[in-house]
Structure formats: structure tokens, C-alpha cells
């Protein structure tokens, strides 16, 4: 059976018509010379949104995380992270290979950190240790099964980073997500970070990009080094147009994903073969198997119902909700769920 129902990751969204028109009208120049209005758009706008100076627009998510980093570390220095962040697991070891820093992981509850699991960590002057100079959170937290900060979780890390004389940068992979969840305002997020990456092709639809925001100063920087990424782009407008159309209608929408992975959380706890769910906060699911079964034998068999979802470890798997997962798609899962 072809497989209907894609719950690997919310990357797997494709634009929809509304996204296709945007795109294909987008008004484009050469965004190198600063010529293409709909990627300076892009970038205004969620520069407006968050409360920040500038943004960059950029085609990933690993891209403005490893520019965010490299512009505020030097080699020798240490930046603080969970030890499930993606800009530590999945971004190909970014931090050694561009920046030369190493990394201080730190164990928070899935994913979520505290000042006091961070200030112990900070290290002082010391000829023996790297400079401590950045700390970063992830929001929501992918390994954390969506968890998420609220911003009265991270006025003290910031109030901890200016103290100590730290950055303090956020991998907004899923953000708008968390905005959603928690109901805090997306605007004072610029209070508090130094910089933001803010993922278009997730849970907002767009086939590609992400944009960094940050002060003048630091987009500035960062422009140079998206160059000497190999980032630099020319008529990326058409690119941004889908941006600006995710931003305008596919927001709010994300409610609608956060009930489907709560119903389908609901299932998977009563199925005899799940062992414990993780709470769900917003649109992904970490569940793990029973010991008497393995998540690759049960993933396959999914897969023979039409039902695609990813391994995480030997023990667990993810299914994440989106905008391409509709009603009939969540029922035809959980009768699946009942039955499988």
C-alpha cells in the first residue's frame, strides 16, 4: 500500500495553491545587491514581529543557527546547550567545523533549561577552559517531543546571560508553535535574545528558508558570513513570497496541529503496545514501544497501513503533525492505532 499519511516531520509539507500564487507573482531583483523586495520584505516583517532591528534570510534553519553562533563565539569558546539540541546532534557537527568552539551539554527536563542548570556550567577566566560566551535554547524542543518555553522560563536565563556576560541566541525551529501553546507574545521575544532563528518550512508550510534576526550589528556580520557559507542568493524572492504567505495565513492554523497530536497521544497511551507517551504540548509525538516489541517492527507495520512514521531511537518513535495531516487523515490513524 502507498503510504497516505506522512507523519515523519512537518518538512514534508508542499505549498499550497494560495503559496503557489504568492510565489509566482513575487516581485524579485538581487537580493546580493540588497535588490529583491520580497526577501527585504520577508525580512522586515519578521523583524516586526519579534521586536528585532534586522533579519536575514537564509535557506535553512542549520544555516542561521551556524552564522547566529559563529557571530557571537570565537574559536576556543564554549557555548551551552541541552544535550538533545539540534545545534548540537543534527547540524553536522557545525560548531567545531565553522566556529571552533566546543559545547557544554547540559541534561534539562526534555530539553528545557533552567538557570540553575546553566550557572554552574558557566565557566570563569581560567587558562585551562574555554570562554564561556553563548548559551542556546531550542523552541520547541524537537527531542523534547515538542516541549516548549514560555517566556517566563527564559527571563531568567537572559537575566543569568547578561549578568555573566553571555549571548543568549534561540533555534526558533518550531516558534510559532510554542507562541501558539503558550499564548505569549511574539513581540517581546526581542528582549530577551541576541538572536533568533526563525524556521519557515516547518509548521508554516513554506517549501524552504529560514531567517535569522538579530541587532543591525549582528545581521550585519552575518551577512558576510552567509557569504562565505556559500549562502549568498539572487532572485530568492520567490523563495520569500512563501515566507510572507505562511506568516499571513498558516499561523494560527498550528492549533489545529496541536489537537491532532494530543488526539493521536491520547490513542497511542490506551494501544497495548505502546509503553508511555511523552506529554504533548504542540504538533510532535514521542511515544515509546512496549519492551515485547521495537519501534522499527512497528514502524514497518504502520508502513503497511499507509502510515509513515519515524524511528528515534531503538525504543521510540515521533509522529508530527501538519498542515498536509487533515481530520480524515487523524481518524483513518486512529482506527489504524486501535487495530494495528
Do not use: W
Not at 30 to 59: H, Q, W, Y
Not at 60 to 88: L, W
Not at 134 to 162: A, D, F, H
Not at 169 to 198: E, K, P, Q
Amino acid at each position: 500500500m502507498a503510504l497516505i499519511v506522512d507523519f515523519r516531520s512537518d518538512t514534508v509539507t508542499k505549498p499550497t495553491q494560495g503559496m503557489l500564487d504568492a510565489m509566482m507573482t513575487a516581485k524579485v531583483g538581487d537580493d546580493v545587491f540588497g535588490e529583491d523586495e520580497t526577501v527585504n520584505a520577508l525580512e522586515a516583517k519578521l523583524s516586526s514581529i519579534f521586536n528585532m532591528e534586522a533579519g536575514l534570510f537564509c535557506p535553512s534553519g542549520t544555516m542561521t543557527n551556524q552564522i547566529a553562533i559563529k557571530c557571537f563565539t570565537q574559536p576556543m569558546d564554549e557555548v551551552i546547550c541541552d544535550q538533545t539540541a539540534h545545534v548540537y546532534r543534527y547540524e553536522g557537527g557545525g560548531i567545531a567545523y565553522h566556529s571552533m568552539a566546543s559545547v557544554r551539554l547540559l541534561n534539562g527536563q526534555r530539553g528545557i533549561l533552567t538557570p540553575e542548570l546553566i550557572e554552574p556550567e558557566i565557566n570563569e577566566y581560567n587558562i585551562h577552559y574555554p570562554s564561556s560566551t553563548l548559551v542556546v535554547l531550542e523552541n520547541t524542543v524537537n527531542k523534547g517531543g515538542g516541549s516548549c518555553y514560555s517566556l517566563s522560563q527564559i527571563e531568567p536565563i537572559q537575566t543569568l546571560c547578561k549578568i555573566k556576560g553571555l549571548k543568549l541566541h534561540l533555534d526558533g525551529a518550531r516558534i510559532f508553535n510554542a507562541l501558539i501553546a503558550t499564548g505569549d507574545s511574539a513581540r517581546n521575544y526581542g528582549r530577551y535574545f541576541d538572536g533568533i532563528s526563525v524556521c519557515l518550512s516547518k509548521g508554516l508550510g513554506a517549501p524552504i528558508g529560514s531567517v535569522l534576526l538579530g541587532s543591525k550589528e549582528t545581521i550585519r556580520k552575518a551577512i558576510k558570513i552567509r557569504k562565505a557559507f556559500g549562502g549568498g542568493m539572487r532572485q530568492a524572492g520567490y523563495l520569500a513570497a512563501a515566507g510572507i504567505y505562511a506568516l499571513d495565513n498558516h499561523v494560527e492554523r498550528l492549533a489545529i496541529d496541536h489537537h491532532h497530536a494530543a488526539t493521536l497521544a491520547d490513542a497511542l497511551s490506551k494501544a497495548s503496545y505502546v509503553a508511555s507517551v511523552m506529554p504533548v504540548q504542540t504538533n510532535i509525538v514521542i511515544f515509546e514501544v512496549a519492551s515485547s516489541r521495537s519501534a522499527e517492527a512497528v514502524v514497518a507495520l504502520m508502513a503497511t497501513k499507509g502510515i509513515a512514521c519515524n524511528i528515534t531511537g531503538k525504543n521510540t518513535i515521533r509522529m508530527v503533525t501538519h498542515l498536509g495531516i487533515d481530520a480524515g487523515m487523524i481518524d483513518f490513524t486512529l482506527e489504524n492505532i486501535k487495530n494495528l
